[in-house]
């Protein structure tokens, strides 16, 4: 039905149906508390399942009250400060306001004509993102979407910089801490099931600068060819950040493209108090950033940067230098955000939650019944609940999965769990800054109530 387009003489019906989606969002929000929600009693699976999408209900207010049942009423907990799970922050409402303007417009990045205006607008943010980063003035970059594209789009460039018909000899060394991605951008460029080489770290999970010189001169001995380093700034599991300007020097000395992910850390390059953390990423050949992450954007706002831009090319920089494919025109939520909140506005966001998380981690380090394992490098905390009597780790382990299975069939509060060695650990990822001191201290003590009584049931009363 021609009334369901968005054209000149649909513009009333536009309006009124965007307006009660932003008002339902908004009312869901507002009412849904500063805790997480409990695990509804009715999945939505089976409503899921008895939904027939060949008989539409004809009605925005209907197709609203039938999502908010399927899915509003759960997607919304990460809005809330005690949701502290993933890298995924709260979105600023200048992006929401610029995602709300793309979807309506749509126009895509792949031709000029009917977005010069955003090719250019995606080239101002891409420039300053390089000044930002120091590139130099040679520097280019591109937005892309979420997932691994980013690093597969600089680990090509590292690949074509070798020109080695052999795959067999490509090696990509990579931080222990770092993310898996690079294995799977590895994989998906055709290299060998060897082709990662894992460097360690030290325990505050940075990349040991002696071990990368091993290997280095380990490849270089048995004739194979580093195509590529990736170090790490703000490791997925600890924010640890990789001493760069030394992982750089050992880069140039031996000639090999160093790849800098900043995917969480990129909300340091607005900081006016802690961009010296990432002293060095001058130096790299490529760099990926994840406004997502730490500049407070929509999920799947990220670019990669080089710093020669003529890899990029042979396609003229300018409006029509990324006619590959149809591309969304992401950088418009960045783009409003700097034009209404400013650049220090969003540093100051992030340092907000860097504060927070070094303030949690002071709770627990003074706080006997739980075992922190690092000072954050960025707003991360990994820890675990001890139980005041001698018990096994493996029951140790158990009591803190429980714990944070509690919380979240509660819907007292929503935190992850990694793997350290052999043990398990608990974590808090801290980008919200409306979580308080106050908040991560009920959710401690709510961990410990739970895991003490998982461990009396199973072991009888602790202490």
């Not at 699976?45 to 009423?73: K, M, N, S, V």
């Not at 003035?137 to 590292?158: E, K």
Request: net charge neutral.
């Amino acid at each position: 039905m021609r009334s369901h387009l968005l054209h000149d003489t649909t513009t009333e019906r536009y309006r009124r149906s965007v307006t009660e989606g932003i008002e339902r969002v908004a009312t869901r929000a507002a009412t849904t508390g500063r805790q997480s929600p409990a695990r509804t009693p009715e999945p939505p699976a089976p409503r899921l399942a008895a939904i027939d999408l060949d008989r539409p209900l004809g009605d925005t207010g209907l197709a609203l009250d039938e999502l908010d049942g399927i899915y509003l009423r759960d997607t919304l907990s990460f809005r809330r400060p005690r949701y502290l799970a993933h890298l995924h922050c709260p979105v600023v409402i200048p992006a929401a306001v610029g995602e709300a303007v793309l979807a309506a417009v749509d126009s895509p990045l792949a031709t000029r004509d009917p977005s010069a205006g955003g090719a250019l607008i995606e080239r101002r943010l891409i420039d300053w993102t390089a000044g930002r980063l120091g590139l130099g003035p040679a520097a280019d970059g591109v937005f892309t979407g979420g997932g691994t594209r980013s690093t597969v789009q600089a680990l090509t460039l590292a690949l074509a910089r070798t020109g080695d018909s052999d795959p067999a000899r490509l090696r990509v060394l990579a931080s222990e801490a770092g993310h898996f991605g690079v294995r799977t951008a590895a994989g998906q460029l055709g290299l060998g099931p060897d082709a990662v080489i894992t460097v360690p770290g030290d325990p505050d999970g940075r990349t040991r600068v002696l071990a990368l010189a091993r290997e280095l001169a380990r490849c270089e001995r048995a004739g194979l060819l580093p195509m590529a380093v990736v170090a790490t700034a703000g490791s997925t599991d600890f924010g640890s950040i990789d001493p760069l300007p030394e992982i750089a020097a050992l880069c140039a000395r031996y000639g090999v493209w160093l790849h800098v992910d900043a995917s969480y850390s990129c909300g340091l390059l607005a900081s006016r108090r802690n961009r010296h953390r990432l002293a060095g990423i001058e130096h790299a050949d490529s760099v990926t950033v994840d406004y997502h992450k730490s500049f407070f954007q929509p999920v799947g706002s990220r670019a990669v940067l080089v710093r020669d831009g003529s890899v990029l090319r042979p396609a003229p920089r300018g409006a029509g230098r990324e006619a590959r494919t149809a591309r969304r025109f992401d950088a418009l939520t960045l783009w409003m955000t700097l034009r209404v909140m400013g650049a220090d506005a969003v540093g100051d966001l992030f340092d907000e939650v860097c504060d927070l998380a070094t303030e949690g981690w002071r709770l627990l380090d003074a706080d006997p019944r739980f075992e922190v394992l690092m000072e954050p490098a960025l707003s991360t905390l990994v820890f675990r609940y001890l139980p005041p009597v001698v018990t096994g780790p493996a029951d140790i382990d158990r009591a803190n999965l429980h714990a944070r299975k509690a919380l979240f069939d509660s819907g007292d509060a929503v935190l992850a769990d990694t793997k350290v060695g052999a043990r398990r650990y608990l974590k808090l990822t801290l980008l919200d800054p409306a979580t308080t001191p106050a908040d991560l201290g009920a959710v401690l003590d709510l961990i410990s109530r739970h895991a003490e009584r998982y461990l009396a049931e199973r072991l009888g009363p602790i202490g």
